[in-house]
């Protein structure tokens, strides 16, 4: 099945929305950790309740909220030289056409059937998110096949994406294996994988900040003449972005300097997505002290483009 590109000419009235209330107060049908994850959605301006008091956690999501949510979960942005507002005092501008623009400026296609008033079924808004997800970067996945025992009712063209969410932990099957692929999805279900979401591109964006990329050494008594130095990088989102030695210069004054290099995810390389802490090793002398040196050198320079 073909994925439709937008069309805000069938753009239809929406019934009901996620952003109805702007609650400032807990909500009384949602408790624990739930509660917890809706709130934070809340006070980021997310998503809302349908009253003050109620955020209808079984209600269902129209493609307008469904899009909605994603665009601002993710933080998705316009083109520069496309002007779109949610104040655009046109009567024929919707509130959620905004967001529509976004996505399409973001290269989300939406899926066949697509309407903003229809209610979404879980593989549609899995299309959706891991497109957007996708706009936000590129994610190494580990190369494997999660097994889903109703796979036979998920759409073909929408398999990778409902893989790759699961793969990324930002939904998983129930007790029997199933993902459901044609229900349709409840607000509750839409908030948790908007927020797994959200964390899934932060926890990537941390380990790709610079801060994030502090080298640490320590030192392991070999014999009475040689220490082995551990090099580590702590807190990677997965074991791709790793660390290698790249030369010792063992200098007059008794300091041995180890020169390393970080190292990316290998483009279209899948790795499992658990948070790691990355290490390398090398040998000096027990006489010596250590020094680390970040090398930038050209060849790493251009094996890194």
């Known amino acids: 099945m073909k994925i439709k590109k937008l069309n805000l000419a069938v753009a239809a009235l929406?019934?009901?929305?996620?952003?109805?209330?702007?609650?400032a107060s807990a909500f009384n049908d949602v408790?624990?950790?739930?509660?917890r994850m809706v709130e934070s959605l809340q006070d980021r301006g997310i998503i809302q309740g349908m009253t003050k008091d109620k955020f209808v956690p079984l209600g269902k999501v129209n493609g307008a909220q469904g899009v909605h949510m994603i665009v601002q979960a993710l933080g998705l942005k316009a083109k520069p030289d496309n002007q779109v507002s949610s104040q655009n005092t046109d009567k024929n501008w919707h509130w959620y056409d905004?967001?529509?623009?976004?996505a399409a400026d973001n290269g989300i296609e939406l899926p066949q059937g697509f309407s903003v008033s229809k209610e979404l079924t879980r593989e549609q808004f899995a299309i959706l998110l891991q497109q957007g997800i996708?706009?936000?970067?590129?994610?190494?996945?580990?190369?494997?096949?999660?097994?889903?025992?109703d796979a036979d009712e998920v759409t073909t063209s929408y398999f990778n994406s409902v893989q790759a969410l699961l793969l990324m932990k930002i939904t998983e099957l129930d007790d029997a294996g199933k993902f459901h692929a044609k229900q349709p999805l409840t607000r509750i279900e839409a908030a948790k994988w908007v927020y797994n979401s959200r964390e899934f591109v932060d926890n990537h964006r941390k380990a790709d900040d610079p801060m994030q990329d502090e080298v640490t050494y320590s030192m392991e008594k070999v014999n009475d003449q040689i220490n082995k130095?551990?090099?580590?990088?702590?807190?990677?989102?997965?074991?791709?972005?790793?660390?290698?030695?790249?030369?010792?210069?063992?200098?007059?004054?008794?300091?041995?300097?180890?020169y390393y290099e970080l190292l990316s995810p290998k483009p279209g390389q899948m790795y499992p997505q658990v948070i790691t802490t990355t290490k390398t090793e090398?040998?000096?002398?027990?006489?010596?002290?250590?020094?680390?040196?970040?090398?930038?050198?050209?060849?790493?320079?251009?094996r890194l483009k």
Request: hydrophobic residues 45%; negative net charge; charged residues 15%.
């Open 98 to 102: 905004e967001s529509l623009v976004i």
């Open 282 to 302: 090398t040998y000096i002398s027990s006489s010596y002290k250590v020094a680390l040196v970040h090398d930038t050198s050209p060849m790493e320079l251009k």
């Open 14 to 23: 929406l019934t009901g929305s996620l952003l109805l209330v702007p609650a």
């Open 31 to 35: 408790q624990g950790d739930d509660a």
């Open 134 to 149: 996708h706009a936000t970067g590129d994610y190494p996945l580990i190369a494997m096949l999660i097994q889903i025992a």
């Open 229 to 258: 130095v551990i090099l580590q990088r702590e807190n990677q989102p997965n074991p791709g972005y790793g660390i290698a030695v790249t030369k010792v210069e063992f200098g007059k004054d008794q300091v041995a300097t180890i």
